[in-house]
C-alpha cells in the first residue's frame, strides 16, 4: 500500500521553529518531485515548496522564501520541510505529495499530483 505519512506538526510561537518529515512507505520517492502544500481553514490549498527527485532544485512559495527550506534523503526515503520564523498566518494543515516529475516545470500543481499524505496539524500562536 503506497502511503505518505507527515510528522512534525505542533503547536509554536510566533518566530519559532519545526521540522516537518514526510516518510514514504510502499514505494520509494527517488523518483518523484516531492512538494509540501497548506492549506488553512476556509482557504484553498496552496503550495509551499517543492524539491526535484535528486534534491537538486528547489522552489518556493514568496510568502515562505527565506524562512523554509525543503531537503530530501533519499536513502531514508523522507523529505523534509524546515520551518523557521513562523508567523500566525503560517497556521495550517501541511501536506505533502508525489508526482511523477514533469518536463517542462518542477513544481507540479495540487490537481495533478499522484500522492498525497494526510496531513499535519501547523499551528502558530502565542
Known amino acids: 500500500q503506497l502511503q505518505l505519512v507527515e510528522s512534525g506538526g505542533g503547536l509554536v510561537q510566533p518566530g519559532g521553529s519545526l521540522r516537518l518529515s514526510c516518510a514514504a512507505s510502499?514505494?520509494?520517492?527517488?523518483?518523484?518531485?516531492i512538494g509540501w502544500f497548506r492549506q488553512a481553514p476556509g482557504k484553498e490549498r496552496e503550495e509551499v515548496s517543492c524539491?526535484?527527485?535528486?534534491?537538486?532544485?528547489?522552489n518556493y512559495a514568496d510568502f515562505v522564501k527565506g524562512r523554509f527550506t525543503i531537503s530530501r534523503d533519499n536513502a531514508k526515503n523522507t523529505v523534509y520541510l524546515q520551518m523557521n520564523s513562523l508567523k500566525p498566518e503560517d497556521t495550517a494543515v501541511y501536506y505533502c505529495?508525489?508526482?511523477?516529475?514533469?518536463?517542462?516545470?518542477?513544481?507540479?500543481?495540487?490537481?495533478?499530483?499522484?500522492?498525497w499524505g494526510q496531513g499535519t496539524q501547523v499551528t502558530v500562536s502565542s
Open positions: 505529495a508525489a508526482s511523477r516529475p514533469q518536463v517542462f516545470r518542477l513544481c507540479v500543481p495540487r490537481d495533478e499530483v499522484d500522492h
Open positions: 510502499g514505494f520509494t520517492l527517488d523518483y518523484y518531485t
Open positions: 524539491i526535484s527527485s535528486s534534491g537538486g532544485s528547489t
